[in-house]
């Protein structure tokens, strides 16, 4: 296992916007096909574009995510959890490791509405 870097949260980011340019263009192919007919992937246009959007909207808040995790590299406070639950503590570095754009603890995760 890695540890935790800025050249890792770079890397990591990086890794994400390509899966991003690569949903777009999925997804752009996908519209342009027309109505009804099957495109390369084999699949119907209407059946499978709001999948796709749902999909491209994850993943553009996981960049956002990336983003902001950078952010507090920089001003140091990246690893400490932004929840009220825990009282500002640390974010366990097994945590970090498997979801680096993580910005609270599990308790304070859990305890957040959905919105
Ligand atoms: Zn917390």
Same mark, same amino acid.
């Given at each position: 296992?890695?540890?935790?870097?800025?050249?890792?949260?770079?890397?990591?980011?990086?890794?994400?916007?390509?899966?991003?340019?690569?949903?777009?263009?999925?997804?752009?192919?996908?519209?342009?096909?027309?109505?009804?007919?099957?495109?390369?992937? +084999?699949?119907? &246009?209407?059946?499978?574009?709001?999948?796709? /959007?749902?999909? =491209?909207?994850?993943? #553009?808040? $996981?960049?956002? *995510?990336?983003?902001?995790?950078?952010?507090?590299?920089?001003?140091?406070?990246? +690893?400490?959890? &932004?929840?009220?639950?825990?009282?500002?503590? /640390?974010?366990? =570095?097994?945590?970090? #490791?498997? $979801?680096?754009? *993580?910005?609270?603890?599990?308790?304070?995760?859990?305890?957040?509405?959905?919105?």
């Amino acid at each position: 296992m890695p540890e935790i870097t800025l050249e890792f949260l770079r890397k990591e980011r990086e890794n994400c916007w390509i899966e991003l340019q690569r949903l777009n263009e999925v997804f752009l192919e996908k519209l342009n096909c027309k109505n009804g007919e099957k495109n390369s992937h +084999g699949c119907h &246009l209407e059946t499978y574009t709001l999948t796709d /959007k749902t999909l =491209i909207e994850m993943q #553009k808040k $996981k960049l956002e *995510a990336f983003d902001e995790a950078i952010k507090r590299w920089y001003s140091e406070t990246y +690893g400490i959890c &932004l929840g009220d639950k825990c009282g500002n503590g /640390k974010i366990p =570095i097994k945590r970090l #490791k498997s $979801k680096p754009y *993580a910005a609270f603890c599990v308790a304070c995760l859990e305890s957040t509405p959905k919105s």
